[in-house]
C-alpha cells in the first residue's frame, strides 16, 4: 500500500486548494501537502495581499470560469470563516489603437450575460476623477471585479486541509518523480522517498524541474516581475469604496488596485520583466520597469503619483499562448499537473476542485469539455516543445 493516497507538491495558491479539496474529498483517503519552502514565502507567484478578480476576459470560457470561480470562493469563506473576495468593481481601459482589443472583452461578456457598461473618457474621468485620460479612450465597467487576498486565501484553505485530516510539511523539497507503473514514488531531496497514488504538481517555475526526468517538459516562459505602493499625493482618493480595480489593454499593459493592506495604491506592468529561472532570479526591484510604471501614473493617475513606498518582486511562469495546463501527463496518469501562466489566482479555488477530481478519479481523463484548452498535449504546445532547454 502506498504511503498517501495524494501528494501535493507546491503549497502556494494552487496548490494549498488542491490540498483542501482533496482532503475534503473524504472516503478516508491519506492526503500530503509538500511546499519546499516555509508556508507563506515569497519566492513564487501568489503570495501577497492582493491579486485582481474580475469577470472581465478576453473570451466567453474565461468568463463562465470566472463566475464557476467566484462561487468556489465564497464556498472557501463561508467554510474558513475568512474573508478572501472583497468587490470594488472592475475597470478596463483602452486608448486609442490599444494592442489588446477591449471590443473581445465586451463580446465574451455579452456571449455569457455578464452585465457591463461601456463609458467613455470623460464619464470614466466623471466617476473617477482621479483618471486623465485622452480622447478616444474607451472603458469597460464590470461590478463583480474586486480583489483576492491571496494571503488570505491560501491561509484559509491550508487550515481547512488540516482540519479534513490533511498533513502539510514545511522544507520539504522533492527531487523527482518516478513511475513504477501505478505507484508514485516522491525522491525528497532530504528524507525518505515517499510512495502515493497519484501526485498533483502545482511548482509555478520549477515545474520543468519534475516535468523533464518524466520526459514531458512544458514550454514555459519565466520572469521577474513586480508591483509597486506608491505614497498617493491624494491618499483617500484610493480607498476601496472610491476606486476600482484596473487593467489597462496596451503595451506596456499596466493593472491597478486601490490601497488595501498596504502603504498606498498597487500598480504593476503585466509581463514586462527580465527573463530568468526560479533558482537565479533577483530580489533586486527593476529600475526600468519602475520608471515606466512610475510615467504612467504621472500621465493617467497623478493623484496615485507619489513616491514609491514598496515593490515585490514575484515570478511569472507562461505558456506560449498564456492558457492554463490542468492535466494529467499522458505517459504516467498519476501524475496531475497545474501551472497558472500568471493569471490564475482568481481562479484558485476552482482549481482546487479540478486537480482534486483528476487525482481521485483515474478514469476522467479530464473534468470536462471546457479543459480541453487547458490540456497539456494541447498543439500550441507541442509545437513549441523546440524551444525548451
Not at 476601496?240 to 491597478?256: A, K, M, V
Amino acid at each position: 500500500m502506498a504511503d498517501y493516497d495524494a501528494i501535493v507538491v507546491g503549497l502556494g495558491g494552487i496548490g494549498s486548494a488542491a490540498t483542501y479539496r482533496l482532503a475534503a474529498a473524504g472516503g478516508g483517503c491519506r492526503i500530503l501537502g509538500l511546499e519546499q519552502f516555509e508556508l507563506g514565502h515569497d519566492r513564487g507567484a501568489s503570495q501577497d495581499v492582493s491579486r485582481i478578480t474580475r469577470l472581465s476576459y478576453h473570451r466567453a470560457d474565461y468568463v463562465e470560469l470566472a463566475i464557476e470561480a467566484q462561487a468556489a470562493w465564497r464556498e472557501v469563506e463561508a467554510a474558513s470563516g475568512e474573508r478572501v473576495i472583497t468587490i470594488t468593481g472592475g475597470l478596463d481601459l483602452a486608448p486609442v489603437g490599444a494592442a489588446e482589443s477591449i471590443d473581445d472583452y465586451a463580446a465574451a461578456m455579452t456571449a455569457v450575460g455578464v452585465p457591463f457598461e461601456w463609458l467613455d473618457e470623460a464619464e470614466v474621468m466623471r466617476r473617477w476623477p482621479q483618471w486623465r485620460l485622452d480622447p478616444g479612450t474607451r472603458g469597460l465597467f464590470q461590478g463583480a471585479g474586486g480583489i483576492a487576498d491571496p494571503e488570505r486565501g491560501n491561509t484559509a484553505h491550508q487550515r481547512l486541509a488540516r482540519e479534513a485530516g490533511a498533513e502539510l510539511r514545511e522544507h520539504a523539497a522533492v527531487q523527482e518523480i518516478r513511475d513504477h507503473g501505478g505507484e508514485l514514488e516522491i525522491v525528497l531531496e532530504d528524507g525518505p522517498s515517499l510512495t502515493a497514488g497519484a501526485v498533483v504538481l502545482a511548482t509555478d517555475a520549477w515545474t520543468n524541474d519534475l516535468l523533464a526526468p518524466l520526459g514531458n517538459p512544458l514550454p514555459l516562459s519565466v520572469t521577474r516581475e513586480q508591483v509597486t505602493w506608491y505614497q498617493a499625493r491624494e491618499p483617500e482618493a484610493f480607498s476601496p469604496e472610491r476606486f476600482p480595480i484596473w487593467i489597462w489593454l496596451d503595451l506596456p499593459s499596466f493593472y491597478g488596485f486601490p490601497t488595501w493592506r498596504g502603504p498606498g495604491p498597487k500598480l504593476g506592468q503585466d509581463i514586462g520583466g527580465r527573463q530568468t529561472t526560479a533558482r537565479t532570479r533577483s530580489f533586486d526591484p527593476d529600475l526600468d520597469c519602475l520608471d515606466r510604471c512610475g510615467a504612467f501614473l504621472e500621465r493617467h493617475l497623478p493623484a496615485a503619483a507619489g513616491a514609491p513606498a514598496k515593490t515585490k518582486t514575484c515570478l511569472y511562469t507562461v505558456t506560449p499562448d498564456r492558457d492554463f495546463v490542468v492535466d494529467r501527463l499522458p505517459d504516467h496518469p498519476g501524475v496531475v499537473v497545474a501551472l497558472g501562466s500568471a493569471h490564475a489566482y482568481k481562479f484558485a479555488a476552482l482549481f482546487g476542485l479540478w486537480l482534486a477530481e483528476l487525482a481521485l478519479n483515474p478514469r476522467a481523463r479530464r473534468r470536462d469539455e471546457r479543459l480541453a484548452a487547458f490540456a497539456i498535449d494541447r498543439p500550441t504546445l507541442a509545437t513549441n516543445l523546440a524551444s525548451v532547454p
